[in-house]
T-cell receptor, first 112, second 113 residues
Framework: DTEVTQTPKHLVMGMTNKKSLKCEQHMGHRAMYWYKQKAKKPPELMFVYSYEKLSINESVPSRFSPECPNSSLLNLHLHALQPEDSALYLC???????????FGSGTRLTVV | GQQVMQIPQYQHVQEGEDFTTYCNSSTTLSNIQWYKQRPGGHPVFLIQLVKSGEVKKQKRLTFQFGEAKKNSSLHITATQTTDVGTYFCAVFHGSSNTGKLIFGQGTTLQVKP
């Protein structure tokens, strides 16, 4: 399995809702990442998990809460988002050292 | 952290013409990676360069890392409509499993058939 699987592919949520984005990989990668990408912009790093521990938080607002339940799964919990948080949320994984990242197909989030 | 400037931002070419995108840094880079993102898609890893003066080829794509490790380029020979997309360079900095990959602004390629 050489894929990173993200669900859901699309999500519309209100500003008072709580939702979660899910990411799964079975490549044995020990580093996993959340990126946010706005239209016509490069992906921006949000969080890095290494060996299931949060190693980097790029000053992301607390309304985004990451979780790594095990080495294959990464979640992003969303609460009280703003319309400007609408974007493509990409999960990625890598073996480290560094090497290329494998990205999932993303969750396209719209906050209304 | 290490920042890279990528140019041009957009490029429109006729099918069959060549295309080049450049990444430049004011500091020496330890490595550089290239990704392609198709419209509506996600970034896909193409290659990583780590050695000074390195040149790697993938069919019609040629990747170069400058001698001073401050710049890199991606050249596509005889573009095809399947080459359409945004090409990003990216720099990894930090330690093995706790570092981070930072992307350049990207070059969006349009190919007219």
């Amino acid at each position: 399995d050489t894929e990173v699987t993200q669900t859901p592919k699309h999500l519309v949520m209100g500003m008072t809702n709580k939702k979660s984005l899910k990411c799964e990989q079975h490549m044995g990668h020990r580093a996993m990442y959340w990126y946010k990408q706005k239209a016509k912009k490069p992906p921006e790093l949000m969080f890095v998990y290494s060996y299931e521990k949060l190693s980097i938080n790029e000053s992301v607002p607390s309304r985004f809460s990451p979780e790594c339940p095990n080495s294959s799964l990464l979640n992003l919990h969303l609460h009280a988002l703003q319309p400007e948080d609408s974007a493509l949320y990409l999960c990625a994984s890598s073996q480290g050292s560094p090497g290329g990242y494998t990205f999932g197909s993303g969750t396209r989030l719209t906050v209304v | 952290g290490q920042q890279v400037m990528q140019i041009p931002q957009y490029q429109h070419v006729q099918e069959g013409e060549d295309f080049t995108t450049y990444c430049n840094s004011s500091t020496t880079l330890s490595n550089i990676q290239w990704y392609k993102q198709r419209p509506g898609g996600h970034p896909v890893f193409l290659i990583q360069l780590v050695k000074s003066g390195e040149v790697k080829k993938q069919k019609r794509l040629t990747f170069q890392f400058g001698e001073a490790k401050k710049n890199s380029s991606l050249h596509i020979t005889a573009t095809q409509t399947t080459d359409v997309g945004t090409y990003f360079c990216a720099v990894f900095h930090g330690s093995s499993n706790t570092g981070k990959l930072i992307f350049g602004q990207g070059t969006t390629l349009q190919v007219k058939p």
